[in-house]
């Protein structure tokens, strides 16, 4: 499980079903069978909080009680057929040991708090609006959780290489031929060869001998396929890139 989409919640249930196992008494003269249910079902809500809180050490150490879900709901296994305390004490015996690793894993767990409001409701539609292809939609993705939290350098580098990946696939699948015309003869040595290869595979754009990305919008300038104001504000993003990819004192804010 990726550990960045545990909520707060899932936590806490990992602590309250340890809570209430670790307390469970058999109400009274509820028979048999019920009770082993209830107390298997118990354990596993707690397994399944323990998976979704991404607390590995804890999953590996709460790996023992697995087993004890079937012995309970297996009339004839000896543990079944044994009285109510004995069932619970058995439980209660291996969870000890899960709750001191559970415990352990959780004081060096550092929790980091996600602004939902960091990201413009524009900036989310956008993968509303728009057919973005799976690249896309992980770049946009990233770029939207490094503003909630707060990783605004990371942020601005993650949407360059949004809006970038978005130019080079429409050129790719739209203008790759008037792209590739301009890009051989626009640019040649002094012997008259040309610098660059045409683009034939996808990911020509960023082999050894890639075009880079100034020389892409350049190109992109050059034979028309962007206007003078779109490629001087796409090569001001990508300065900005420059900018905050790099050791420096640049101090990126949320609002840019």
Request: with cysteine; hydrophobic share 40%; charged share 25%.
């Amino acid at each position: 499980m990726d550990i960045s989409e545990v909520t707060f919640q899932s936590v806490l249930r990992v602590g309250w079903f340890a809570h209430a196992i670790q307390a469970y008494e058999n109400p009274g003269e509820v028979k048999l069978g019920y009770h082993n249910k209830k107390l298997a079902d118990a354990i596993r809500e707690w397994l399944d909080s323990i998976d979704e809180s991404g607390l590995s050490r804890t999953q590996v150490a709460a790996g023992s009680l697995a087993p004890l879900i079937s012995v309970l709901l297996n009339k004839t296994s000896i543990l079944a057929s044994a009285d109510s305390a004995r069932c619970v004490s058995t439980v209660q015996g291996r969870l000890a040991p899960i709750l001191d690793v559970l415990f352990d894993e959780a004081s060096s767990t550092l929790a980091v708090v996600v602004d939902d409001t960091a990201a413009s409701s524009r900036l989310r539609k956008l993968a509303e609006d728009y057919s973005l292809t799976e690249p896309q939609a992980m770049l946009h993705a990233e770029a939207c959780r490094c503003l909630e939290l707060r990783l605004y350098r990371s942020a601005v580098v993650m949407m360059w290489n949004l809006v970038f990946e978005c130019v080079r696939r429409w050129v790719f699948d739209n203008k790759l031929s008037d792209f590739n015309k301009e890009l051989v003869s626009g640019y040649t040595r002094k012997n008259g060869q040309a610098v660059y290869e045409q683009i034939v595979n996808y990911s020509d754009f960023w082999d050894s001998q890639s075009v880079g990305e100034r020389i892409t919008l350049d190109t992109c300038e050059r034979c028309k396929l962007i206007g003078v104001k779109l490629h001087h504000r796409l090569v001001g993003l990508l300065n900005d890139r420059n900018d905050h990819a790099h050791s420096n004192y640049t101090e990126p804010e949320r609002e840019r």
